[in-house]
């Protein structure tokens, strides 16, 4: 009799996002004359620029004769594409990484859930807290993370690292050693950031224990400030013990476009193994590779008028981001985040749960966000508003909540 992953079984309840959308979608049902602003998930919402939907339809039309027709992608995407990369997100930030160092893929989500596909079940994982799912979810799966503990809402075998306001939602090196750190900045869910003097404390720190950083950076292209560094690598020895993820999906406008990238330089490796030639043997085998179509779009995002195309856009996003900041603490709200990230993290009002407050704020204002809660038990009386929804939408939603 075959058996099922009995992993899967100890996820507590259903993925957030789906959960948030089951219940917004009871309540439109119920009431079909309210119009429901949606800030929660991180989905844009302004259209693809005109330079990658003009790449997309050249693509197209190659893909319609056999001297241009292209069949299944290298295994590590195209060099176009990781040539733009190359040049225009780390040689231009001073960081040494090769073409062969990069690899292609659909989306920083499934890159960051399979990443685990090249370590050991018994490595030990630290995460923020609060934290993108994802991480957690994924190593969960995979056998990773011990028992789950309804009472405390946190894994066996998981070190947690408290993001709280005491820390200015950053988390601190952690007490017990770990194997595997995940690192997300701008932050997801908080919006917070660290200096590149604070990135370097982790990056030695993983060097001194022997661990390896994972590091999402799908949102650094929201960075504002100079003191902030848009790569791990960026930091002096990284090669040596850092993965770093991005995404095209909010730099670009690519959610439903789906590409993004990996970095795995040669020089990490473990007792003589390069993690960079398990990735490549893992993509070989797990994945196929981006469309073509879709990597010419991500080349055109590189052109200059791409990167000027694509800067407007996150101004567009980050002007709501400073409507919603500006309308919450007008209305009495204590909020960080919405400087370097599309996310306002807020703290409940009159000490509503996460939850209780998604509620009240759906049913008085028609206005959804995300639960802290969901994102970890430190998130738990903290709420997450997007900016990315459009801009009418926004300023709306801030004038319903200053009505409550």
């Not at 292609?104 to 596909?117: E, L, Q, R, T, V």
Request: net charge negative; hydrophobic share 35%; glycine share 8%.
């Amino acid at each position: 009799m075959f058996k099922v992953n009995e992993n899967y079984l100890k996820l507590p309840g259903s993925y957030l996002f789906s959960t948030i959308g089951k219940k917004v979608n009871a309540y439109a049902q119920e009431n079909l004359d309210k119009k429901i602003i949606r800030l929660g998930i991180g989905d844009v919402t302004q259209p693809l620029a005109p330079v990658v939907i003009e790449a997309l339809h050249k693509a197209v039309d190659e893909m319609g004769h056999a001297e241009t027709f292209h069949g299944y992608a290298p295994d590590l995407g195209y060099e176009f594409l990781r040539s733009a990369i190359v040049e225009h997100d780390y040689q231009a930030r001073g960081c040494k990484i090769a073409l062969d160092e990069v690899f292609i893929s659909d989306g920083a989500k499934s890159d960051s859930g399979n990443i685990g596909d090249i370590f050991a079940l018994e490595n030990k994982i630290a995460v923020c807290d609060p934290v993108y799912p994802v991480y957690v979810d994924t190593n969960a799966m995979a056998g990773r993370t011990g028992e789950y503990l309804e009472e405390t809402q946190k894994w066996s075998n998981v070190i947690y690292m408290p993001c709280t306001a005491e820390t200015n939602f950053a988390p601190e090196l952690p007490s017990e050693e770990p194997d595997l750190i995940y690192l997300c900045f701008p932050n997801n869910p908080t919006g917070s950031t660290i200096t590149k003097k604070e990135l370097q404390k982790w990056v030695d720190y993983a060097l001194k224990v022997g661990a390896v950083i994972i590091y999402d950076a799908a949102y650094e292209a929201y960075i504002t400030e100079e003191e902030v560094p848009h790569s791990i690598y960026e930091c002096e020895g990284a090669a040596a013990c850092a993965i770093e993820i991005r995404s095209f999906s909010k730099n670009a406008g690519f959610t439903g476009t789906r590409l993004g990238f990996t970095v795995i330089p040669k020089e990490l490796k473990c007792k003589g193994v390069s993690l960079n030639s398990l990735w490549a043997r893992r993509q070989g085998t797990k994945f196929n590779g981006a469309p073509y179509i879709v990597q010419r779009a991500g080349e055109a995002v590189y052109s200059e008028e791409g990167r000027k195309q694509t800067k407007e856009q996150i101004a567009y996003y980050m002007r709501n981001a400073k409507v919603i900041c500006e309308g919450l603490v007008s209305a009495g709200y204590t909020v960080s985040g919405g400087v370097n990230a599309p996310y306002i993290w807020l703290k409940t009002p009159k000490g509503m749960s996460s939850w209780e407050f998604f509620d009240y704020l759906l049913e008085q204002a028609n206005v959804v966000g995300t639960p802290g809660a969901g994102f970890g038990p430190s998130g738990e009386g903290y709420f997450r508003l997007t900016a990315f929804g459009s801009y009418e939408n926004t300023l709306e939603a801030m004038e319903r909540i200053k009505r409550l």
